[in-house]
């Protein structure tokens, strides 16, 4: 018996089971600082999103300065459902794949050898900073005259949009790698084709990730541009008509669709920046 209640305060066991404890209870707060920090970001736009609501409810703006939400997602479901938006998604994503693609390429072909010669930086760079000096839509009278307005005027921007960041952000890369894992390559008399692959681009992937996220944003941004300026068809059309027949509800429905895309886009590329990142840890 006196074991017994000796062992039912033993301090020992006391401390343990209160050690068992404290894991959960700190599990716990960890979930929610976790959920605290997830939803901090959509507190701002759900907070416009209620005085919105409260501003066409109780007449505090005019509904035709600022169409009600309902109004407005009335007319994204008709889009949804006649496939009209669909085909206007469609054409913009196609043009930003065309034009992103190839400014990304472009990009890290010249971002690359600039890093990797000092000669080239020399004789290209000073010129390159100066040409990109000028915003997108400063080439768009230029371009207009020879390439036209059709698609090639799109992607010619959207690949200038896209090329200015990724060039820069891997110059930056290539030169930040450590003088010491430069040095290991040398002593282990790696080829310039094994250093590049093996030391320097694993090296600059935080950079080059992060230069890609950036030149999307820019792309996207100058593709809904130009749509507004010589375009029959995609997102940015259908803000240009909206605002021509005075449909604000179109214009703000188009707006949303281009917020969700950008948004759901960086996301894909942070997670891809992510898992190349660790790879390049193991």
Same mark, same amino acid.
Not at 115 to 122: D, N
């Given at each position: 018996?006196? +074991?017994?209640?000796?062992?039912?305060?033993?301090?020992? #066991?006391?401390?343990?089971?209160?050690?068992?404890?404290?894991?959960?209870?700190?599990?716990?707060? +960890?979930?929610?600082?976790?959920? /605290?920090?997830?939803?901090?970001?959509?507190?701002?736009? $759900?907070?416009?999103?209620? !005085?919105?609501?409260?501003?066409?409810?109780?007449?505090?703006?005019? $509904?035709?300065?600022?169409?009600?939400?309902?109004?407005?997602?009335?007319? !994204?479901?008709?889009?949804?459902?006649? =496939?009209?938006?669909?085909?206007?998604? =469609?054409?913009?994503?196609?043009? @930003? $794949?065309?034009?992103?693609?190839?400014?990304?390429?472009?990009? &890290?072909?010249?971002?690359?050898?600039?890093?990797?010669?000092?000669? $080239?930086?020399?004789?290209?760079?000073?010129?390159? +900073?100066?040409?990109?000096?000028?915003?997108?839509?400063?080439?768009?009278?230029?371009?207009?005259?020879?390439?036209?307005?059709?698609?090639?005027?799109?992607?010619?921007?959207?690949?200038?949009?896209?090329? @200015?960041?990724?060039?820069?952000?891997?110059?930056?890369?290539?030169?930040?790698?450590?003088?010491?894992?430069?040095?290991?390559?040398?002593?282990?008399?790696?080829?310039?084709?094994?250093?590049?692959?093996?030391?320097?681009?694993?090296?600059?992937?935080? @950079?080059?990730?992060?230069?890609?996220?950036?030149?999307?944003?820019?792309?996207?941004?100058?593709?809904? #541009?130009?749509? &507004?300026?010589?375009?029959?068809?995609?997102? /940015?059309?259908?803000?240009?008509?909206?605002?021509?027949?005075?449909?604000?509800?179109?214009?703000?429905?188009?707006?949303?669709?281009?917020?969700?895309?950008?948004?759901?886009?960086?996301?894909?590329?942070?997670?891809?920046?992510?898992?190349?990142?660790?790879?390049?840890?193991?």
């Amino acid at each position: 018996m006196a +074991n017994g209640f000796a062992r039912s305060f033993d301090p020992a #066991v006391d401390v343990g089971v209160r050690g068992a404890r404290t894991p959960t209870r700190g599990s716990r707060l +960890n979930a929610a600082r976790t959920a /605290g920090w997830v939803a901090l970001p959509w507190l701002l736009p $759900a907070l416009c999103a209620v !005085l919105w609501t409260l501003g066409s409810h109780y007449g505090w703006i005019s $509904a035709q300065v600022l169409p009600p939400p309902a109004l407005v997602f009335d007319t !994204l479901a008709a889009m949804i459902r006649s =496939g009209e938006l669909w085909m206007h998604v =469609g054409a913009s994503l196609s043009r @930003v $794949a065309v034009g992103f693609g190839a400014g990304v390429v472009l990009g &890290l072909l010249l971002g690359g050898v600039l890093g990797l010669s000092r000669t $080239a930086e020399a004789y290209v760079l000073p010129a390159f +900073n100066a040409i990109v000096q000028v915003p997108v839509l400063g080439w768009l009278p230029f371009l207009m005259i020879v390439a036209g307005i059709g698609e090639p005027l799109k992607y010619i921007l959207i690949a200038h949009a896209a090329l @200015v960041p990724v060039t820069l952000g891997t110059l930056q890369g290539f030169r930040q790698t450590p003088d010491a894992y430069r040095e290991v390559a040398r002593v282990f008399r790696f080829t310039p084709s094994q250093t590049i692959r093996s030391v320097i681009l694993p090296a600059a992937v935080p @950079v080059i990730g992060t230069s890609v996220r950036l030149a999307f944003t820019k792309a996207w941004l100058t593709l809904v #541009v130009v749509e &507004l300026v010589a375009s029959s068809e995609g997102l /940015g059309y259908l803000i240009v008509y909206g605002r021509q027949l005075f449909q604000l509800d179109l214009v703000l429905a188009s707006v949303l669709v281009v917020g969700a895309i950008g948004y759901v886009a960086d996301r894909l590329l942070t997670i891809v920046e992510a898992r190349l990142q660790r790879g390049n840890a193991h």
